[in-house]
């Protein structure tokens, strides 16, 4: 059973073409550029430093909160998902091969993004009965003074991630076990969500723990299995890099409409992935407890790299070196399947179909907080939360198996198209906070502090907006 929808689908297309094209890939690479340039490429000078956090046990207040890494795993739950297996596949049938070149460029400069962003949601977060809160709405809010855009940013992020994702993530579950198994895609949607309403209904901590124990299970395990695709084929690797990178630039085009839709695709594609700029990581980011804000920044910048460049480049890689991009018919998850399949045999199809059952379940529960948590900074009434639960793990994920592949993507692309611009011009005008914690982090650290702790004293002129720090 699948629904029409193409009257609204055309409509959606047309938006989307405007809004790409013009507004949203020239600000995610400006903007990238320029905090890139600011921190001093603190993407690329501060690595071991994003490592080191992830072990961090040090907190600020000594008492239960989420930890960095539990953090750093909810957000990788939503980030490693449907964008790394099928969105990858998608970008390569629609874009050609260069799309890849594209998704490694606006991960590169959008993880000095995706640092700017969680530090200053670290740095405005608010103290909650759960864990710490915060997010862009609340960066918005306190930073800029302005309650309409943190408002108006709350609404987007929860159409986007708690309602519309979940429909991709859902539409590409049914997908995959449909093709691996036969299942019946309106038999899956039901048990899907069932199981995601009752994750719902758990909590941040529930919401935490599963991530922590699934994601790196999951990310692990596709990753040795595509290293044994690449070892197999290793003769094939500088093919895929001249495939790639001959493709970016409009040479060789084999699949795709044009250096353009290349480009659009590639950067769609893997913001779709990455989520750098969009708003999304700094949720789970605020609520890390943590002696300096800078640490959790450094953690989700960490986070755009495992994600693109190694779980994309992996799916990448399976589906260049089988040649299947160019057939038609094939999209998405059903790509990504005959890739693999084509290279360790039958089983192969049933291997995606599973792990992507667990990448993109662990996203829908990790979707799901992004929204819980900007509910929360819209209304504390109850009765809000418990209709958006329904919603989200309910009549959404509902949707995804029932509407078309074409339908959910493009719904997706539109809301996060929205929400990213609304977070990347509260960016522009508040990255100075984060900047200046940058240079204090660095500076404790050269002067031999292993631990770097931050006191709102620290930056005076919002010091009285910083519920969370002493």
């Keep these: ?3 029409n ?3 609204l689908n055309n409509i959606i297309t047309s938006v989307n073409d405007a809004l790409w094209a013009y507004l949203l890939i020239g600000a995610l690479i400006l903007c990238g550029l320029y905090f890139t340039i600011r921190t001093g490429f603190v993407q690329f000078t501060m690595i071991g430093d994003m490592f080191r956090q992830l072990v961090d046990s040090s907190s600020k207040s000594g008492k239960k909160h989420i930890s960095s890494f539990q953090a750093f795993a909810v957000s990788m739950a939503t980030r490693v998902g449907t964008g790394n297996l099928a969105g990858v596949a998608t970008a390569i049938a629609v874009g050609g091969p260069g799309a890849i070149f594209w998704m490694w460029l606006i991960a590169l400069f959008g993880s000095a993004t995706a640092f700017v962003e969680a530090t200053l949601a670290q740095l405005f977060k608010r103290p909650s009965s759960e864990s710490f809160i915060g997010g862009p709405a609340y960066y918005i809010s306190r930073g800029l003074n302005n ?10 992020i929860t159409l986007t ?3 519309s994702y979940n429909s991709i993530q859902s539409n590409a579950i049914c997908g995959a076990l449909n093709k691996a198994f036969g299942f019946d895609p309106l038999v899956v949607g039901c048990i899907i969500t069932a199981i995601a309403l009752f994750i719902a209904f758990g909590g941040i901590r529930r919401i935490a723990h599963v991530s922590s124990v699934l994601v790196p299970i999951m990310a692990i395990g596709y990753f040795i299995l595509a290293l044994y695709v690449v070892i197999m084929n290793i003769n094939m690797v500088p093919h ?3 495939l790639i990178i001959e493709n970016a630039f409009g040479f060789n085009q084999v699949a795709g409409g044009g250096l353009g839709m290349t480009i659009m695709v590639g950067i769609k594609r893997g913001l779709f992935s990455n989520e750098a700029g969009e708003g999304s990581a700094p949720n789970v980011a605020a609520t890390a407890d943590v002696t300096h804000p800078v640490k959790q920044g450094l953690i989700q910048a960490l986070g755009v790299f495992t994600d693109t460049l190694v779980v994309c480049s992996c799916t990448a890689f399976m589906v260049l070196v089988s040649g299947f991009y160019t057939t038609e018919g094939l999209e998405g998850i059903q790509l990504t399947q005959a890739s693999l399949e084509s290279q360790v045999g039958s089983w192969g199809t049933i291997y995606v179909a599973i792990a992507l059952f667990l990448f993109a379940f662990s996203s829908i529960i990790g979707n799901y907080y992004y929204g819980e948590a900007n509910i929360r900074f819209l209304t504390h009434k109850k009765w809000v939360l418990t209709v958006f639960r329904f919603l989200s793990g ?3 994920v509902f949707l995804g198996a029932v509407a078309s592949f074409e339908f959910v993507w493009n719904l997706g692309d539109l809301f996060m198209a929205l929400v990213t611009l609304c977070n990347l011009i509260a960016l522009v005008f508040l990255c100075k906070y984060a900047f200046k914690l940058l240079n204090n982090y660095r500076d404790q650290r050269r ?7 931050f006191h709102r004293s620290d930056i005076p002129e919002v010091a009285d907006k910083l519920d969370a720090w002493e």
């Design 1 to 3: 059973m699948t629904l």
């Design 5 to 7: 929808l193409d009257a």
């Design 147 to 156: 309650k309409w855009m943190a408002g108006l940013f709350a609404v987007l």
């Design 161 to 163: 991630f708690g309602l």
């Design 240 to 242: 895929v890099f001249k």
């Design 394 to 396: 309910g009549v959404f």
């Design 447 to 453: 002067r031999g502090i292993k631990n770097p702790v």
